[in-house]
């Protein structure tokens, strides 16, 4: 029986690598695009709170010390349009990690959720003839199946200056004369903390959405990623696809982290429940998501009426 099972994963592993991009010096699922220095911290917990790029007013107040950091993340290609801000600053206890623990990507790929509101789409015509449009309307499954980009990202070149420190470090995945990028991508995450050695980042890429488990999960792919994997440094600025596995790693004494998030325009859904809304700015989606997003079944997707692509 055990060695059916392996056959079994075996064929598994095989069909997933298929789908897997291993970082090259052309394409990079992530990089250290440069260095942040992060403001005196405040005990802040926010999560994807919509902002304006380019506008530093669509920023409550109290949030504004990290200006200088969403700077850093914006592209000419963004101004004017909707990103989403975390802010995460909080001690961790040993043995425990502060974000997110486990190999998993921030798009959770395909999602089937409850309609909710006026989601539900009535078939046109109806899908059999005899059917009126109130009689199609009650047998169609109210379900809807989305795949949820979060940031998305292509593979390519950042703007700026690689840090010398850097260098050496990067020389694995850059060109030997390669010093400068080119431009800033308006797609993609960026993340950095004040720790290091608590994020650790893969070079790689899921392609397809089908290999992404519940909610990101990507813990079946480890093995054939995690001769790719990076530790950051504190204060590294990450740049990454939102099918590049990562994950936060445990400490090992209590001590305070601050860690600071971007996720750029391209973005399916936002989570309300999940979510820290802002009075002047609306999250720039096609679906607004409520209920507990780790229990997908129980959730409901309203659409927005945004034309999104």
């Not at 069909?15 to 897997?20: E, K, N, V």
């Not at 060109?175 to 893969?202: H, N, Q, W």
Request: aromatic content about 10%.
């Amino acid at each position: 029986m055990n060695s059916i099972l392996r056959k079994i994963w075996g064929y598994l592993l095989d069909l997933w690598a298929r789908y897997i991009v291993i970082g090259d010096a052309e394409q990079l699922p992530f990089k250290i695009s440069g260095e942040v220095k992060f403001p005196r911290p405040s005990n802040i917990n926010i999560n994807m709170m919509p902002f304006v790029f380019g506008d530093k007013k669509s920023i409550p107040k109290k949030y504004r010390q990290y200006w200088p950091l969403v700077r850093k993340c914006s592209s000419k290609g963004n101004r004017g349009k909707v990103g989403y801000l975390t802010i995460h600053e909080s001690w961790i206890l040993p043995g425990t990690s502060q974000r997110r623990p486990g190999l998993h990507c921030e798009s959770p790929g395909m999602v089937g959720y409850r309609c909710g509101g006026d989601t539900m789409v009535v078939p046109s015509p109806p899908t059999t003839p005899e059917w009126t449009y109130e009689e199609a309307y009650e047998r169609v499954p109210r379900e809807i199946v989305l795949e949820v980009g979060w940031g998305g990202g292509s593979t390519g070149t950042l703007s700026g200056t690689i840090p010398k420190r850097k260098l050496a470090e990067l020389s694995r995945y850059l060109p030997p004369k390669e010093t400068e990028f080119s431009s800033g991508p308006s797609t993609g995450i960026y993340m950095a903390s004040t720790l290091s050695d608590t994020l650790r980042v893969f070079q790689a890429k899921v392609s397809d959405s089908e290999v992404i488990s519940s909610n990101g999960d990507l813990e079946h792919i480890r093995s054939l990623v995690s001769k790719t994997g990076s530790l950051i440094k504190a204060g590294d600025l990450v740049w990454m696809t939102d099918r590049t596995p990562h994950e936060s790693l445990p400490v090992k004494r209590k001590v305070y982290r601050q860690y600071f998030r971007v996720v750029t325009p391209s973005v399916t859904a936002w989570y309300k429940d999940h979510s820290t809304p802002n009075p002047s700015v609306k999250p720039h989606v096609k679906y607004i998501i409520t209920g507990n997003k780790f229990l997908p079944h129980m959730c409901k997707a309203h659409k927005t009426g945004l034309n999104i692509r």
